[in-house]
């Protein structure tokens, strides 16, 4: 008998035992009408079910699959060797990837935005973790790089010439969403968009921080090459290193504490410093579309001007996102977080990570990796919406004029 006639008996309950573990001889392929069957019956998911990929993706390790190609790949980095404070990061990939379980392709449309990111132009791929070693930052450091640069350099399934996908500087280019990891992988991150784009990058940066700290901030005396390698020291290294546009970059979030006793750490000259700032505390003043207004008065709308979003988790509010690596009190809600996300889709983003979140400090609703699953989903409706080819409206899908008819009118909710 036929290998899939077998197979095939009572149509199993797990359709795709008959696909992939069959080795057909010639005549023995499972005929259409079944394998349509079987489709028609099995194949759908719950969010609670299935493999813990991002948002249910199909996981594929595409750092050994060459041939694989995507608009947008979900890349893990679970590294956590350079911390200050407390380690665990190198498990927020897992933790984000399942709490992302309630994305699915047919349940996400972002009403915010009014387009489904999973069912639209584009291509998404969960392209699995780079595999770090935990014993040597160096080697670390290095896997990262080549990592981005490989994955960041394949062409995009969306060419060039499409309606569809980015125009400008990215257009037909791949972009990455990592999911960290410790907040030190943004700079392997950022070399390998510097090669790719051969320009400094603009970075926009939400943080409770401003991770622009000379590495001699952490010890003047043990000090070595490599550790100037770390969470809080990255932008310095990258801004030296000539990998940031100094004048149109903006840190936003910031209420850190500083070191000795004066600014210093605002004011010492250096190119780290070329970043605008924005701390928590002015949306009390501003509001979070005051906020949005003055990182687009900063960072503009430039197609030619590549923008990395680099998200710690930590610049929401602990009470909203316990579990992470460095938390500080007096936080943005994950409310008014997202509507800051929403009012920056139109921003050039080339790249974007969320990291710090470590689950081991989360709480028993895993709100942080709750938060972070929903960042990144954001950020990737942002992607996709950009390069939708028509204009589909700003929040909750309102086009421009019916936003001014409304505020006319006097009924503007928004």
Known sequence: MPHWKSALVGLLAVAGTAFSHAHHDDGDVVPEHLRAQLLKKWD??????????????????????????????IIGAPFDTAVSYRPGARFGPRAIRAASARQMAATSYNTRAGINPYSSWATIKD??????????NGV??????????????????TTSDSKYGSK????????LVTLGGDHSVALPALRALYQIYQKPITVLHFDAHLDTWNPVRYSAYWVSEQSAFNHGSFFHKASREGLICNSTSAH????????????????NPGPEQGFMRIHADDIDDLGPMGVVDKIIQRIGLDPEQPVYLSVDIDVL?????????????????TREFIRMLRGIEKLNIVGADIVEVSPSYDNKGETTALAAAQVAFEIITSIVKAGAGEELGGWYGLKEEQVESAKKAGKDEL
């Open 317 to 333: 509010d602990p009470a909203t996102a316990p579990g992470t690596g460095t938390p500080e009190p007096g936080g943005w809600t």
């Open 252 to 267: 936003a979030g910031l209420r850190t504490r500083l070191t000795g006793v004066t600014d210093s750490d605002y004011t």
């Open 140 to 157: 670390a450091e290095r896997q990262m790089y080549e990592a981005f640069l490989e994955l960041g350099s394949r062409p995009a399934v």
């Open 44 to 73: 759908q998911e719950w969010s609670f079910s299935g493999i813990a990929s991002f948002a249910h993706l199909k996981p594929v390790k595409c750092l050994i699959e060459p041939d694989e190609f995507y608009d947008i790949a």
């Open 127 to 136: 392209c699995g973790d780079i595999p770090i070693t935990p014993f040597d």
């Open 168 to 175: 400008g500087i990215s257009a037909g280019k791949a972009k």
